[in-house]
């Protein structure tokens, strides 16, 4: 059921999104830029105050996704997240970031002849989780599995079904595979 605090599939393809599939609760709260680049799959949900800007590659959800409050998914590159990954309150995933040597000058105000700006597509996999306040760098790869504990920040790529955290994030902990058995059984239902 669709209610009024969010729009309607009728509502998101007349805003130009380029797809949205069945049972999307997305919050009129959010704000979406780039909407003709921004793909949803079936069962999505984006909380309040949160922003999706997609840059030329474009933002991609897949099916049983949550974006909790106030996160932001931003950059030129593409950012994709795979089916049953979910995002916590307050994560932050850029695809796109500034030269912070001194090098060249920053923001996006500034002509592009006078920035270095680094542009690389981010990766979420199947079943990954990220903590409230985490943020998520250009260029990083999560595979399948993958939970990254609150407050972190995330450099590099981490292999499937691994647990990492801090500032930088670092490896905790092997994940449970269950939840795999949980989705073969919550599919079987569907």
């Known amino acids: 059921m669709v209610h009024k605090q969010h729009y309607s599939k009728a509502e998101l393809i007349e805003l130009g999104i380029n797809a949205v599939g069945d049972n999307c609760l997305v919050s009129r709260k959010a704000s979406l830029f780039g909407i003709e680049r921004i793909s949803l799959g079936d069962n999505v949900r984006i909380d309040d105050f949160c922003i999706l800007s997609a840059g030329s590659e474009g933002i991609r959800l897949g099916n049983y996704i949550h974006i909790g409050?106030?996160?932001?998914?931003?950059?030129?590159?593409?950012?994709?997240?795979?089916?049953?990954?979910?995002?916590?309150?307050?994560?932050?995933?850029?695809?796109?970031?500034?030269d912070y040597s001194g090098e060249w000058m920053t923001n996006p105000t500034v002509d592009e002849a006078f920035t270095n700006?680094?542009?690389?597509?981010?990766?979420?996999?199947?079943?990954?989780?990220?903590?409230?306040?985490?943020?998520?760098?250009?260029g990083v790869t999560l595979k399948?599995?993958?939970?990254?504990?609150?407050?972190?920040?995330?450099?590099r790529s981490?292999?499937?079904?691994?647990?990492?955290?801090?500032?930088p994030a670092r490896f905790v902990k092997s994940r449970s595979r269950a939840l795999l058995e949980k989705e073969k059984a919550f599919k079987g239902q569907c």
């Open 69 to 98: 409050a106030y996160s932001s998914l931003i950059g030129d590159s593409a950012i994709i997240l795979e089916d049953y990954a979910g995002l916590s309150a307050r994560v932050t995933i850029y695809s796109s970031s500034d």
């Open 117 to 138: 700006v680094t542009s690389k597509p981010v990766y979420l996999g199947k079943h990954c989780i990220i903590g409230a306040g985490a943020i998520v760098l250009p």
């Open 158 to 167: 981490v292999d499937e079904f691994k647990i990492v955290a801090g500032s």
């Open 144 to 155: 399948e599995g993958v939970a990254v504990g609150a407050q972190s920040l995330v450099t």
